[in-house]
Nanobody, 129 residues
Framework: QVQLLESGGGLVQAGDSLRLSCVAS????????MGWFRQAPGKERKFVAG????????GYEESVKGRFTISRDNAKNTVYLQMNSLKSEDTAVYYC??????????????????????WGQGTQVTVSS
């Protein structure tokens, strides 16, 4: 079982920046694809960013490209989401997600909710305009 703990959310103004962090329990972090998702009130949870096990491959939802950056530190069991130039439409609960451990080769990430097996409790990001 993997536990994920997000932090770093808050209330900011449009144009500001925030960095979200997610710390994972256990010893197999480096074998897990990681992702960030978000869910606005009344809407479905959606992919924001994903990162491969090594960190060498990343992907983003179209509306955050060029503004958000996902990264990971496998020595610290932590994945980050740096969010710049925040907009009111970025307001949502942000969730960290982990895939089950995988040991075959490949530099890939996943983009669908049902492709991840573990979820954090979420952290609220509110952007006022």
């Amino acid at each position: 079982q993997v536990q994920l703990l997000e932090s770093g959310g808050g209330l900011v103004q449009a144009g500001d920046s925030l960095r979200l962090s997610c710390v994972a329990s256990g010893r197999t972090f480096s074998n897990r694809v990681m992702g960030w998702f978000r869910q606005a009130p009344g809407k479905e949870r959606k992919f924001v960013a994903g990162i491969s096990r090594s960190g060498g491959n990343t992907g983003y939802e179209e509306s955050v490209k060029g503004r958000f950056t996902i990264s990971r530190d496998n020595a610290k069991n932590t994945v980050y989401l740096q969010m710049n130039s925040l907009k009111s439409e970025d307001t949502a609960v942000y969730y960290c997600a982990a895939r089950r451990s995988e040991y075959f080769s490949g530099n890939y990430y996943y983009t669908e909710v049902n492709e991840y097996h573990y979820w954090g409790q979420g952290t609220q990001v509110t952007v006022s305009s």
